[in-house]
T-cell receptor
Framework: KAGVTQTPRYLIKTRGQQVTLSCSPI?????VSWYQQTPGQGLQFLFE???????NKGNFPGRFSGRQFSNSRSEMNVSTLELGDSALYLC???????????????FGPGTRLLVL | KNEVEQSPQNLTAQEGEFITINCSYS?????LHWLQQHPGGGIVSLFM???GKKKHGRLIATINIQEKHSSLHITASHPRDSAVYIC?????????????FGTGTRLQVTL
């Protein structure tokens, strides 16, 4: 079974631009979660989707948004990029419940975003 | 004060040593995860615990709900265990759940 894939793997943007990151979960997995990792703040939970619905949301501004498609693939979008958005963005999939309900998650390799 | 505290922040061990990484949290939780992150960023989920103890190979994870504490043990450590180990707790806040991460423990195992 293929693992979680994320595209692109690396991205450079400038302040004010917007960016869309993509995540394809493991086949059969319906829950997708997104995380941001920075040297200063560590890992932080962004949001979780299940069956095309956002089920949980972390403490991030409205510039961060996401969606999930009927095939469980998910995208996250960051508008009006700021320098502080430079980070590793990770997505993880699980069968149904997601990590917030105690289910094991499988992580993708991440997208490393640099905002200049 | 962070809701999740890990100790130590950095740990160096020689191959074969028994290693313990600790995670303490300040509020009630419904589950706790241990994650392993290798250089380059890839994360692997090691354990999910809500009570008791779990073992997988040389790794053992325990949790004491009353004391709000979890430990990750590595027996017979090996250089390939060198990674950052992160604990994450699921906090139930009313109608929503929140996943909060510790800052990680960087482990270096030398020959």
């Amino acid at each position: 079974k293929a693992g979680v894939t994320q595209t692109p793997r690396y991205l450079i943007k400038t302040r004010g631009q917007q960016v869309t990151l993509s995540c394809s979960p493991i086949s059969g997995h319906r829950s997708v979660s997104w995380y941001q990792q920075t040297p200063g703040q560590g890992l932080q939970f962004l949001f979780e989707y299940f069956s095309e619905t956002q089920r949980n949301k972390g403490n991030f501004p409205g510039r961060f948004s996401g969606r999930q498609f009927s095939n469980s693939r998910s995208e996250m979008n960051v508008s009006t990029l700021e320098l502080g958005d430079s980070a590793l963005y990770l997505c993880a999939s699980s069968f149904a419940s997601g990590s917030l309900r105690g289910e094991t998650q499988y992580f993708g390799p991440g997208t490393r975003l640099l905002v200049l | 004060k962070n809701e999740v505290e890990q100790s130590p922040q950095n740990l160096t061990a020689q191959e074969g040593e028994f290693i313990t990484i600790n995670c303490s949290y300040s509020v009630g939780i419904s589950a706790l995860h241990w994650l392993q992150q290798h250089p380059g960023g890839g994360i692997v989920s090691l354990f999910m615990l809500s009570s008791g103890k779990k073992k997988h190979g040389r790794l053992i994870a325990t949790i004491n709900i009353q004391e709000k504490h979890s430990s990750l043990h590595i027996t017979a450590s090996h250089p390939r265990d060198s990674a950052v180990y992160i604990c994450a707790v699921v906090l139930n806040t009313g109608t929503a759940s929140k996943l909060t991460f510790g800052t990680g423990t960087r482990l270096q195992v030398t020959l």
